[in-house]
């Protein structure tokens, strides 16, 4: 089983311009974040894949493997497909290109959930975590799943999922991680399917495997990775460093 990770990295940002490409401690975020899937030793390949040529010549530049991406894409899912259709791979990770202190721990979890997967029931795994503030539940930015008793996606949304009409029932609220393992048939159907009217209200690209009938294995970490959105995170991520 050949298994590969996949950075999108897009060079612009509503929140924070070209944030990819600010420097955190001597490399840029996206160059360090490239290093740290490397590093974790869990793929046999990593490709940052991108629209920027600025971007992929400070992956190449530095001795990694870029693809530019040659369409527009309105989610990340499109464009880990469009890179990867003709490599031969059979399960791609999507790395989120803003998170340069990758934790081994969670990527190994999604991973493994296919090296187990001997039936091929999964089409694709993600990663949740328990929020139990209030403030954290009710907010929208938030996106929150619930599962079924086997740890299958049921929906994700920005609402509060379930509704806490009785509170004491033992509810647990699960936050959405956007780290994903696919399979590679499942990516390349959703690059090929169109949107829906899920997805397109509430903004989610993973309803459009739910509203086509594709498997979600939702596994549960409890650590927290650390994205650069704002010049606010580049500063703590500096200290951190």
């Given amino acids: 089983m050949k298994i590969i990770a996949v950075i999108p990295?897009?060079?612009?940002?509503?929140?924070?311009p070209a944030k990819l490409m600010q420097d955190l401690g001597?490399?840029?975020?996206?160059?360090?974040t490239y290093e740290a899937a490397v590093n974790t030793g869990l793929f046999q390949d990593v490709f940052v894949v991108t629209d920027s040529i600025l971007i992929?010549?400070?992956i190449i530049n530095n001795g990694g493997k870029a693809i530019m991406s040659v369409k527009e894409h309105e989610s990340g899912s499109d464009r880990i497909a469009e890179a990867v259709e003709n490599l031969d791979v059979d399960i791609v990770v999507n790395v989120q290109g803003d998170e340069p202190f990758i934790n081994k721990?969670?990527?190994a979890k999604?991973?493994?959930?296919?090296r187990n997967d001997f039936e091929k029931k999964v089409d694709l795994a993600s990663l949740m975590f328990e929020i139990t503030d209030q403030d954290e539940i009710n907010n929208p930015n938030n996106v929150k799943v619930v599962t079924d008793q086997n740890g299958f996606a049921l929906y994700f949304s920005r609402s509060v999922i379930p509704y806490p009409r009785e509170t004491n029932v033992g509810v647990?609220?699960?936050?959405?991680?956007g780290i994903y393992a696919f399979r590679k048939e499942a990516l390349l159907a959703f690059y090929h399917l169109p949107m829906k009217s899920l997805e397109a209200s509430e903004k989610l690209e993973q309803l459009r495997y739910l509203?086509?009938?594709?498997?979600?294995?939702?596994?549960e970490t409890?650590?927290?990775?650390?994205g650069i959105d704002t010049p606010e995170d580049l500063e703590k991520a500096r200290k951190m460093l």
């Fill in 105 to 107: 721990e969670p990527l």
């Fill in 222 to 226: 409890t650590h927290v990775g650390i």
């Fill in 110 to 114: 999604v991973v493994e959930v296919f």
């Fill in 172 to 177: 647990r609220y699960m936050k959405h991680i």
């Fill in 9 to 16: 990295a897009r060079y612009a940002s509503t929140r924070f």
């Fill in 211 to 219: 509203e086509f009938g594709k498997r979600i294995k939702m596994v």
């Fill in 56 to 58: 992929y010549d400070e």
């Fill in 26 to 32: 001597g490399k840029t975020v996206i160059l360090r």
